[in-house]
């Protein structure tokens, strides 16, 4: 078909529409809406073959498939449920790609990882990440990026900034390191058999009270981060703001004086929001008084939501961190509903939100579930055993430890007649001699 033949069906079509919308009495001239819903259902092309490729136009977003225009951001949520672990919703997680090529995350909650990989990006790409507080709905899934990403083909260090708490003990540098230090096992067996450049930590902990105050500024992307009222003291929120538009993150937080003043002019501010009281009693079997006190005091109610964005007024207010079912949303939007009445999502996994000046375009991703690794962001390097030695040495271990003892070799049993064929047919293959390990 040509382009003229088609827009000529197009001009035809949207007629139609016009015209069946007029005589079925349905709104036409004025309200687009209407006129979109008569054609839609009435004024359809039937002519196509079904392999046609007919409009790239969906209301879905594939990963992978759509450019981003040098004034546009995209968020990403990786997770918008909570710290009771379900298959529908992961913890924390929000991915804000933008039109320079920068991409940051904010939050890496539980069961994050996962969503993380099934947007089959380069891992060398996802290497910053800002962390609101230290709740594992919120930092649970640091150490499976961490690894996970770096056997993906992450070869460069993984970059945290999180904040201080009330004594050292409580900040983000300390919880990280006990986090390497749980990993001692597992990285003691990887050093010398991968690419280790990527099992690097960089770790920046800022003073939680910073009001306001750029902690990241580089290739025009400012980030700034203001106190929040969570649990204990030692909680942040974040701004990102580029290209004149600004992404506003709480993280968990009741309503604050720093959220309301600093969250103001926000493109797409995403806000914290707990299921209604009543949910938490019928379906988190808490009692009464601890619906009360979890569902209104340590976090923020769907009423208490509203309030705030009424007074921020943002572009897009999203609420997140409640499990959003069939039920158990409409609980909440209706709440939310008596004290905000301006644009709203609520948030679910894989929901993409499309920001420009001019427009915001809400969407599901449509990802592959059973992920292989993404593409190389930067050429792979052969395993090296001075890594090895490195992190023995830093790891206070002596490398000796580190492999098999007698005892464990001992407990070989020999399998080289099935494993030999493999080298066999891998050299037949690729034309190249690849020798039975002890046979060189
Ligand atoms: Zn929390
Ligand atoms: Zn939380």
Not at 275 to 304: C, Y
Not at 314 to 328: E, G, I, K, M, W
Not at 399 to 422: C, E, H, M, Q
Request: aromatic share 12%; hydrophobic share 40%; glycine share 8%.
């Amino acid at each position: 078909m040509t382009y003229r033949n088609r827009a000529f069906r197009r001009a035809a079509s949207f007629m139609a529409g016009v015209a069946l919308g007029a005589w079925l009495g349905a709104p036409t001239s004025s309200d687009g809406y209407g006129l979109m819903f008569v054609s839609a259902a009435y004024a359809q092309e039937t002519d196509a073959s079904p392999t046609m490729v007919r409009d790239r136009e969906r209301d879905t977003y594939y990963p992978n498939t759509e450019d981003l225009a040098e004034d546009e951001m995209r968020v990403v949520a990786c997770g918008t449920g909570m710290p009771t672990t379900r298959a529908a919703q992961a913890a924390a997680c929000f991915l804000v790609e933008l039109g320079n090529g920068d991409k940051f995350l904010f939050d890496i909650g539980s069961g994050s990882a996962e969503r993380l990989s099934s947007l089959q990006i380069p891992y060398n790409y996802l290497d910053k990440i800002f962390v609101g507080h230290l709740h594992t709905d919120h930092f649970g899934a640091l150490h499976d990026l961490f690894i996970g990403g770096a056997l993906m083909g992450r070869n460069v260090p993984l970059r945290v900034w999180g904040p201080s708490g009330a004594t050292p003990e409580l900040g983000t540098a300390y919880a990280l390191k006990g986090m390497m230090q749980m990993l001692t096992w597992d990285m003691a067996g990887r050093a010398g058999n991968v690419d280790f450049r990527g099992y690097k930590l960089d770790v920046t902990e800022f003073d939680y009270k910073l009001e306001n105050e750029v902690i990241y500024e580089q290739n025009g992307v400012k980030i700034r981060t203001f106190p929040a009222i969570h649990a204990i003291d030692g909680a942040v929120s974040y701004a990102l703001e580029w290209n004149d538009l600004k992404f506003v993150f709480s993280s968990d937080t009741y309503p604050n004086k720093w959220f309301v003043e600093y969250a103001k002019n926000a493109d797409l501010a995403i806000h914290e929001c707990f299921i209604a009281v009543p949910d938490l009693v019928s379906k988190m079997r808490f009692t009464p008084e601890s619906a009360l006190l979890v569902g209104t005091q340590v976090h923020t109610a769907p009423e208490a939501f509203g309030k705030v964005m009424s007074e921020i007024r943002p572009r897009l207010a999203v609420a997140y961190h409640f499990f959003n079912d069939f039920d158990t949303g409409t609980a909440v939007y209706e709440r939310i509903r008596k004290t905000y009445d301006g644009p709203l999502s609520l948030a679910n996994d894989f929901m993409v939100w499309n920001v420009t000046k001019d427009d915001i375009r809400i969407r599901m991703a449509v990802t592959e579930e059973a992920t292989w690794a993404p593409p190389l962001g930067a050429p792979a390097q052969a395993p090296s055993l001075d890594d090895r030695a490195a992190f023995a040495g830093e790891a206070g271990i002596d490398i000796a430890d580190i492999g098999f003892s007698d005892f464990t070799k001992s407990g070989y049993w020999n399998v080289d007649d099935a494993l030999r064929p493999i080298f066999e047919e891998a050299s037949k293959a690729l034309g190249r001699e690849f020798p039975y390990p002890g046979d060189e």
